[in-house]
């Protein structure tokens, strides 16, 4: 998962900007993750509820528009990580009948919030008469053109929106680089010695910065998918494992102690949050009118998504129980070569993914190091120490919290949530105040709904979290 370079400071006056193409999304194969940048177009308040006829697919160009099927795939690479890994995990925290019928509602209310996104994007796109919008761009717009009392605030969207997307992909960065060490350690533990997992943390920080010195996505494209097939094929394998010798369901907790409850939300929407990919997505189609709707290019890859996720976590918490660790893989038998090399297999296609998500935030901070110095050559080098920088930042948060499961549900808790089940309602909100909701304001009050749900699971989630961070043996 990646996307192509952000301009995240770029600040663009001159209208005639947005007639340019836009860039082929399909030159990585695990791209467009989130999409970050703006571009505040200038478009004057009497005009911002004006109805038109704008169809802002058609004022589109693009030189490569995906198909539905590449849109699929993309959708399935956006959403699928290290999170289908941890769900028998998040089954524990459940119970087996509470994950599972959970976990579908969950991947519903998700798959809603992306819908909302995208039609916020497409009323705010025909308001300011504007081709597309990402994430940001319809935080910023939705408050600009919503009620007279928010107009305020529209910078302030943009940003938080911006900044929970960075802290999102440090999220996963700092999750990645746990998870190759653990499973590292598993291999290296059984056939050698034992050794404390920060030494092997210290060990892959060595080859990860050379390879997060790569700029451009161009070079990482056969890396990215040499990972794809190593996942696919590891998933594969550890699916073999799961299903056999299953024991009866009465071996498992049918539902778990509501204590363990948030740990379960955070887990499952760290899963579940791909909400960042949808508007990319979206914009770079060749028929981007096949992307919503019941049989769309959503709901399909979402139901397979959230099916893969639901069948990995019952089967997973079924066959090891409570014994089941933060990554099913750390529970695969120690005494088979075939279950080794999954170990290694996924540690290696996750290592060489680490570039992939890491190169979303880091240009969101090269922009602003780079600011300040002049010549070209200072500027190159600024660069690459805040690269090397953030690299030995999520090193140090790995080896700060080596604790893969309460790490995934924080990351989860506090980042995903704001944005894949917090962000969408408001903004919903936020967009149609101005021209009202249908009868009996039923989207306001489902809106709220979900939106305290997020909340919720956001507080809970997080306090969830750290007390078990804080306190690793109390269950």
Partial sequence: MSERQPLLRTEVTDIEAYSLPRPDIRDSPDNVLVNVQSDELQVSPEQ???????????????????SNLDTLIHLLKGNIGTGILAMPDAFKNAGLYMGLFGTLIMGAICTHCMHMLVKCSHELSQRIQQH????????????????????RYGQSAKKMITIFLFITQIGFCCVYFLFVALNVKEVIDHYFMKLDVRIYLMLLLMPMIPLNLVRNLKYLTPVS???????????????????????????????????????YFGTAIYAFEGIGVVLPLENNMKTPEDFGGLTGVLNTGMIIVACLYTSVGFFGYLKYGDGVKGSI??????????????????????????????????????????????????????????????????????????????IISLVGAVSSSTLALIAPPILEIVTFWPVGFERYKWILW????????GLCGFVFGTYASIAQILNPNVD
């Fill in 446 to 453: 489902k809106d709220v709904v979900i939106l305290i749900f």
């Fill in 48 to 66: 911002h509820l004006i109805k038109t006829n704008y169809n802002p697919s058609v004022h589109r160009t693009l030189e490569h528009p995906t």
């Fill in 132 to 151: 597309s919008l990402n994430f940001s761009d319809v935080g910023y717009w939705s408050f600009e053109t919503g009620p007279i009392a928010l107009k």
């Fill in 225 to 263: 998918l040499f990972a794809a097939i190593l996942t696919v094929t590891g998933l594969a394998i550890s699916f073999f494992y799961m299903l056999q010798d299953l024991p009866s369901t009465d071996t498992v907790k049918p539902l778990a102690s509501w204590s363990t409850l948030p740990l």
């Fill in 329 to 406: 893989t750390l529970n695969l038998p120690q005494d088979e070569i075939l279950s080794q090399l999954v170990r290694i297999a996924m540690a290696l296609a996750i290592f060489l993914s680490y570039a992939l998500q890491f190169y979303v935030p880091v240009n969101f901070v090269e922009p602003l190091v780079q600011r300040h110095f002049e010549t070209t050559r200072t500027k190159e080098l600024a660069a690459t120490a805040s690269r090397i920088a953030l690299v030995t930042f999520t090193f140090i948060l790995a080896a700060c919290i080596p604790n893969l499961g309460p």
